[in-house]
């Protein structure tokens, strides 16, 4: 090859860096984390506790930058991701590896001498289960990858209660419990409207290998459960009234708009109005719910 | 088998990548100094000086 035909490679902008943690996916981690920590039952130091969150986001970052990493041949099929800094070329594959590994080390080390150690471990734990166990394993395997692989994401508000308490009780199990059940129906219904998308990239999401009616069964299925842990806080006396009816009526319109899913039986992503609703309104519940949750357990205290 | 010629940049090919240098090495350096703050907050609280 001649120098007139080599391209130019530019050292990666810090702004690729910071598109590699995922930006979008971290305040929603960041979000649920601080719920977390502000709903345990006793105080943190402010310092140890901003600690704490900016960790957790550094895990969840250095989650995303393996995770593009990784899936970089598989983001270049996708017009959703196709514009990422690995597949759009602007950014060299190893450089992402070592951010990714670099910011895991940090974020987890950060956090067990300025913290504690079982945060740590919670950290390393679903910084590991994000990247090696859902997007190596599980996500190119089996339709089931963001039922498992939405353990990943539940963990940050156990992380955050971990981080001012030191230990795990039932408060923070539901927390878990809810988010956990929530990424199905949030995943599933844009999949419904972005098949295409995940069939070119060869990802088996449940509406490519089980059909869309059995996807809009499960969205359904997976809503009444996620209701229950969602109302729990409140029923097992651990919330006030201000937590207990925002989160019935939120329930209630979750439930709605799954079921109008479930009746819906369009194949075009132009007609699938109710999934892009329920999409929407998912992000919009579990910030509410996140936050009512906080709000009335510092109320109480 | 041959090794691949240097690369020779041209004026402006080199200023860019020096811009992009640049760029980098001041965010760095803004996250370098928030990180030493940051760990100095943390020893004060952890030896108690601020309860």
């Not at chain 1, 992402?96 to 945060?119: C, E, P, R, T």
Request: charged share 10%.
């Amino acid at each position: 090859m001649t120098q007139a035909t080599q391209e130019l490679e530019l050292p990666a902008d810090w702004r690729d860096f910071w598109a590699l943690t995922k930006p979008r996916v971290m305040s929603l981690v960041v979000f649920t984390a601080l719920c977390g920590l502000l709903g345990a039952p006793t105080n943190i130091h402010p310092v140890i506790g901003f600690t704490a969150i900016l960790c957790i986001a550094l895990g969840a970052g250095a989650s995303g930058a393996l995770n593009q990493w990784y899936e970089a041949d598989l983001d270049a099929k996708m017009a959703r991701t196709a514009k990422r800094p690995l597949p759009d070329g602007r950014m060299n594959r190893d450089a992402a590896l070592q951010f990714g590994i670099g910011l895991s080390a940090f974020s987890v080390g950060i956090m067990g001498v300025a913290v504690n150690w079982l945060a740590a471990g919670l950290l390393a734990f679903s910084i590991v289960f994000y990247a090696v166990v859902y997007t190596m394993w599980l996500k190119p395997n089996t339709p089931q990858n963001i039922v498992i692989g939405g353990a990943a994401g539940a963990f940050p508000p156990v992380i955050g209660w971990v981080a001012v308490t030191g230990d795990i009780t039932l408060l923070p199990v539901l927390l878990f419990a809810i988010i956990f059940l929530w990424t199905p129906p949030h995943f599933w219904s844009l999949a419904l409207f972005m098949k295409s998308d995940y069939g070119a990239a060869g990802i088996p999401m449940m509406p490519n290998v089980a059909g869309q009616k059995a996807t809009r069964n499960q969205i359904l299925a997976y809503s009444f459960p996620m209701a229950a842990a969602a109302i729990a806080p409140f029923a097992i006396g651990q919330t006030s009234w201000l937590y207990g009816a925002t989160a019935i009526a939120l329930n209630l319109v979750f439930l709605a708009l799954a079921f109008a899913v479930w009746r819906n039986s369009a194949n075009d992503a132009a007609q699938m109005k109710p999934e892009k609703r329920l999409f929407a309104f998912s992000i919009f519940y579990l910030f509410l719910l996140f936050a009512l949750f906080a709000i009335d357990r510092m109320l109480i205290a | 088998m041959s090794e691949a010629e240097p690369r020779i940049y041209t004026a402006e090919e080199s200023r860019l990548i020096r811009k992009r240098q640049a760029s980098r090495s001041r965010v760095l350096g803004v996250i370098l100094v928030a990180l030493a703050i940051l760990f100095f907050a943390i020893t004060i609280v952890k030896i108690g000086v601020w309860g």
